[in-house]
């Protein structure tokens, strides 16, 4: 669906020339282009007065709701009751969770997160805000403008999607590409179970279901191993599924949180996560790596997609 940089070159471009993408994007064009401030204490309340201030003298029409959920400002022209219910219910609600889950520190700088209503008010203002139409309907992330912007009509799910890598770009800087885009699209269709986030199963599940029946899916290993590059334009369609299942799993087994800290802990020695997943799964050596590969196989045929 999107394509997102590494969390690493996440960061680095959103601090210094951004322009990495869950959508590909050109040069900045619009009228609110932060930097308001250096990153260093951008994020502070003072910071981020002016910024909400400079925001309201730029918005694109008269129907805009502005609301502060630190780091984040949400901007939207739905009702304003609406937008403030997706401030808290999506961003503070995931933000909240997801530091309890994970992550120890905030991304250092602003981000607005743009709700547009409707596809017309999403193509229209990203248009006239961002100089380009979107290219996914439903929404992306741009460190050019330290934006997220969505079409809220399809759901609060990318939206969450989305704020997982600003986090990860924050905490876990070498972060894999398979892992910071199989957690973000973990959390693409979630709820809440006794106080933790918690993924479910979603539309990323059929199709990797039609690839395990047609034994197309790639070993752990091999996804283990993809570079961005390959992880992203050499995909087959099933790295963000196979990715994302697998954290699903782990989630299901009570060991994702417990991979993702030692995964982030080992990552100097094991930078692609392999080896810190067979120690988390008990599992040694490719023979074993294999059965528990036909086992997972088996597992995701028998998972269903409750909407
Ligand atoms: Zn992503």
């Given at each position: 669906m999107k394509k997102c940089l590494p969390a690493g070159l996440w960061m680095m471009l959103a601090l210094l020339s951004p322009a990495a993408r869950c959508a590909e994007e050109d040069a900045p064009v619009?009228?609110?282009?932060?930097?308001?401030?250096?990153?260093?204490?951008?994020?502070?309340?003072?910071?981020?007065?002016?910024?909400?201030?400079?925001?309201?003298?730029?918005?694109?029409?008269e129907n805009f709701t502005i609301v502060e959920a630190r780091p984040f400002v949400v901007v939207g022209d739905d009702e304003p009751a609406e937008v403030r219910r997706r401030a808290e219910q999506n961003v503070r609600w995931a933000v909240k969770l997801l530091k309890k889950?994970?992550?120890?520190k905030d991304p250092p700088v602003i981000i607005d997160i743009?709700?547009?209503k409707d596809k017309e008010s999403y193509e229209a203002n990203a248009q006239e805000l961002f100089g380009k139409k979107p290219d996914t309907p439903f929404g992306y992330y741009s460190a050019a403008h330290r934006a997220l912007v969505m079409n809220i009509s399809t759901g609060g799910g990318t939206l969450i999607h989305e704020l997982v890598h600003p986090y990860i770009a924050a905490n876990f800087p070498d972060c894999p590409s398979w892992f910071n885009e199989g957690l973000a699209s973990?959390?693409?269709?979630?709820?809440?179970?006794?106080?933790?986030?918690?993924?479910?199963?979603?539309?990323?599940?059929?199709?990797?279901?039609?690839?395990?029946?047609?034994?197309?899916?790639?070993?752990?290993?091999?996804?283990?191993?993809?570079?961005?590059?390959?992880?992203?334009?050499?995909?087959?369609?099933?790295?963000?599924?196979?990715?994302?299942?697998?954290?699903?799993?782990?989630?299901?087994?009570?060991?994702?949180?417990?991979?993702?800290?030692?995964?982030?802990?080992?990552s100097a020695k094991d930078p692609a996560g392999y080896q810190t997943l067979q120690e988390i799964l008990g599992r040694k050596g490719d023979a074993e790596m294999k059965a528990f590969q036909k086992e997972w196989e088996q597992w995701v045929l028998k998972l269903k997609f409750r909407d």
């Open positions: 619009w009228r609110t282009v932060p930097p308001i401030r250096a990153a260093k204490g951008e994020t502070a309340p003072a910071a981020m007065k002016e910024h909400i201030e400079l925001l309201k003298s730029r918005l694109p029409g889950a994970y992550f120890t743009w709700l547009f973990l959390y693409e269709q979630c709820g809440e179970e006794d106080g933790e986030i918690h993924g479910y199963t979603n539309w990323r599940l059929a199709g990797l279901q039609r690839a395990v029946a047609g034994k197309k899916v790639p070993s752990f290993k091999t996804l283990c191993a993809t570079t961005t590059e390959e992880f992203y334009s050499q995909d087959k369609g099933t790295n963000y599924a196979q990715a994302r299942y697998l954290c699903y799993y782990l989630q299901q087994e009570g060991l994702l949180k417990s991979y993702y800290k030692k995964f982030r802990a080992n």
